[in-house]
C-alpha cells in the first residue's frame, strides 16, 4: 500500500518566518507534487519534481520553492509566508496515478 | 492550456435518488480524466480513471469527446456517498493533473 507522510497536519507561522513542509513518499516513485486546496478553488500544482534534484513550475509558484535531494522526499519553502498563504498544503506521488498525503493546514497570522 | 469546470461547487440528493455530478475540459488534444474523492477527515483518493471503463462503489464516468465532459454517475445515492468530489484532466502523456473546483456531494437520509 502506497503511504504518502506529510510531517504536520497543523502548523501555525507568523508573517515573514521561513517555512518548510516536508513530503515523504515509500514507494520508490519517481514523481512528487505540492498542491494549494482551497475552497471554491480546489486544488492548484505549486511545483512537481520526476526524479531527484528536478523540479518544475507548477500553475502558481511564486512565493514558493521546492527541495527534492532525494526520491522519497520532497520538501515545500515558503521563504517569507504571508497571509495569503495561508492554505491546505497537499503532498502526492505517482508512477501512473496520484496518491495524495493527508495534508498540512497551514496558518500564517 | 487546459481547464477543468465542476459548475456545481453545492449538491444534494435523496439516499436511494440517482446523481450526478458534472464536468468540463477544455483541451485541444487526447486528455486522460479522472475523478477523486475526499470524505470528511480522509485524505484525497482516487476513484476512477476513464481508461479503467470500471465502476467503483457503484460510479460510473463516460468520456464523451463531442461534449467534453466526464460526469460521474451513480443511480442510487447512499449516505455513505458524501464527499467532496473533483474531476481531474493529464494532457496527454504529461504526469502533472489539472483539477476541477469540486462538488461537496451531500446524500440526505
Known amino acids: 500500500d502506497v503511504k504518502v507522510t506529510q510531517s504536520s497536519r497543523y502548523l501555525v507561522k507568523r508573517t515573514g518566518e521561513k517555512v518548510f513542509l516536508e513530503c515523504v513518499q515509500d514507494?520508490?516513485?519517481?514523481?512528487m507534487f505540492w498542491y494549494r486546496q482551497d475552497p471554491g478553488l480546489g486544488l492548484r500544482l505549486i511545483y512537481f519534481?520526476?526524479?531527484?534534484?528536478?523540479?518544475e513550475k507548477g500553475d502558481i509558484p511564486e512565493g514558493y520553492s521546492v527541495s527534492r535531494e532525494k526520491k522519497e522526499r520532497f520538501s515545500l519553502i515558503l521563504e517569507s509566508a504571508s497571509t495569503n498563504q495561508t492554505s491546505m498544503y497537499l503532498c502526492?506521488?505517482?508512477?501512473?496515478?496520484?496518491?495524495f498525503g493527508p495534508g498540512t493546514r497551514l496558518t500564517v497570522l | 492550456a487546459q481547464r477543468v469546470t465542476q459548475p456545481e461547487k453545492l449538491l444534494s440528493v435523496f439516499k436511494g435518488a440517482p446523481v450526478e455530478l458534472k464536468c468540463n475540459y477544455s483541451?485541444?488534444?487526447?486528455?486522460?480524466l479522472f475523478w477523486y474523492v475526499q470524505y470528511s477527515r480522509q485524505r484525497l483518493q482516487l476513484l476512477l480513471r476513464?481508461?479503467s471503463r470500471e465502476s467503483i462503489k457503484g460510479f460510473t464516468a463516460d468520456l464523451n469527446k463531442g461534449e467534453t465532459s466526464f460526469h460521474l454517475k451513480k443511480p442510487f445515492a447512499q449516505e455513505e456517498d458524501s464527499a467532496m468530489y473533483y474531476c481531474?484532466?493529464?494532457?496527454?502523456?504529461?504526469?502533472?493533473?489539472?483539477f476541477g473546483s469540486g462538488t461537496q456531494l451531500t446524500v440526505l437520509p
Open positions: 502526492a506521488s505517482s508512477l501512473g496515478t496520484q496518491y
Open positions: 514507494m520508490d516513485h519517481e514523481n
Open positions: 519534481s520526476y526524479d531527484v534534484k528536478m523540479k
Open positions: 483541451y485541444s488534444g487526447s486528455p486522460e
Open positions: 476513464h481508461i
Open positions: 481531474a484532466l493529464a494532457p496527454g502523456s504529461a504526469r502533472q493533473l489539472t
